[in-house]
């Protein structure tokens, strides 16, 4: 039973590695940090983001007793990069950037992100102006030569890879030509895009709206949404997998401890429910938290390439294989997984 195990355990690290892309090559070692990077997704305008992000930063400094700075960039891509390139050392992602993070720029996952009210999950939806006579997904297709699409950026869960899973790849769309005019921003400027009708539908997540809705209450009787994802994992926070174990360890403790723990717990609390529509405690977390997400990856490239109209047959089997080659992978890692957690489980008992 003992070598059962072990041999598991094995095949489970194996697999692990197999899921995650050689694409970002070695991680370089980052044994000193003399000030530490934090990534911040452009979600939101910059002066929003700083507004709620700083005070974060400042009590990390004061925690870590290191110098802490954030890092910018105009979309997604950029704060990847910037991991990649060691420029980045910590980012808060969603988690297709996460999964790109940790796939091409030596990323990893050690918290995950919680509501205030200590829960987790949030959903992608669609919304249009209040007074738009669409009210379904369907009609929106059938007129979409006529209409403006807000799409998200590309390396967005809720803004771009959802409903691109559940909404234009089952049906063979591209956002770019099945519409008059289809064009990518962040989910505050989309948000504003419905609001003021200079599109005529947009993706979005619950989140953000009930955020865009605090901060503009002028605004809650211009959006309606008119369709919602099932519900999606919170976001990660991804360091950067070359910085040492005893940073790691650092951080990692600093993080699960906030809010939680110490003289400052109270005010570390307000400051997390500041945090756009307002944050929780940090959960322990890992790369498992993008299971989801893979997931659904994987299944949209594979309709993608199903209903590619200009592959050949040939073409598509041979890309196929790759495709289902990586979600057997991926049932396989997941069911070792569910295995090893039940024999620990017994084992604990």
């Known amino acids: 039973m003992v070598v059962v195990d072990r041999l598991a355990k094995n095949l489970i690290i194996g697999l692990s590695l197999l899921l995650v892309s050689s694409l970002a090559g070695r991680a370089e070692k980052i044994e000193e940090v003399e000030e530490l990077s934090f990534g911040i997704i452009a979600t939101e305008s910059r002066s929003n983001l700083k507004k709620w992000f700083d005070p974060l930063l400042r009590q990390l400094e004061k925690n870590l007793n290191i110098p802490t700075k954030s890092f910018f960039a105009q979309d997604y891509a950029g704060i990847i990069e910037a991991m990649r390139f060691g420029k980045v050392h910590v980012a808060w992602f969603g988690n297709k950037s996460g999964m790109e993070a940790v796939d091409r720029a030596h990323g990893e996952v050690f918290a995950e992100v919680t509501d205030a009210d200590g829960t987790s999950g949030y959903h992608s939806v669609i919304i249009v102006p209040k007074d738009s006579p669409y009210q379904t997904i369907e009609e929106i297709i059938r007129d979409g030569k006529e209409l403006t699409f807000g799409n998200g950026d590309p390396n967005s869960t809720s803004g771009y890879l959802v409903p691109s899973y559940y909404l234009w790849s089952p049906r063979g769309i591209d956002p770019k030509k099945h519409f008059k005019r289809s064009r990518n921003a962040n989910h505050e400027m989309n948000c504003i895009s419905v609001a003021t009708q200079?599109?005529?539908?947009?993706?979005?997540?619950?989140?953000?709206?009930?955020?865009?809705?605090?901060?503009?209450?002028?605004?809650?009787?211009?959006?309606?949404?008119i369709w919602k994802s099932p519900i999606l994992p919170s976001d990660p926070m991804v360091w950067h997998k070359g910085l040492s174990k005893e940073w790691k360890a650092k951080i990692k403790g600093v993080f699960l401890a906030f809010g939680r723990y110490g003289l400052?717990?109270?005010?570390?609390?307000?400051?997390?429910?500041?945090?756009?529509?307002?944050?929780?405690?940090f959960?322990?977390?890992?790369?498992?938290?993008?299971?989801t997400v893979r997931g659904l990856q994987l299944a949209k490239e594979q309709i993608t390439i199903e209903n590619h109209p200009r592959m050949s047959e040939a073409q598509k089997a041979e890309k196929l294989r790759a495709v289902l080659k990586r979600q057997e992978d991926l049932k396989s890692y997941i069911a070792l997984k569910n295995y090893w957690n039940s024999v620990k489980f017994k084992t604990s008992k």
């Open 198 to 225: 200079q599109v005529d539908f947009a993706t979005n997540n619950d989140e953000s709206l009930r955020l865009f809705f605090q901060n503009h209450p002028d605004k809650t009787d211009k959006i309606r949404i």
């Open 264 to 281: 400052e717990a109270e005010k570390e609390m307000e400051i997390l429910r500041e945090i756009g529509p307002g944050w929780g405690p």
């Open 283 to 291: 959960m322990d977390s890992n790369n498992d938290q993008l299971i």
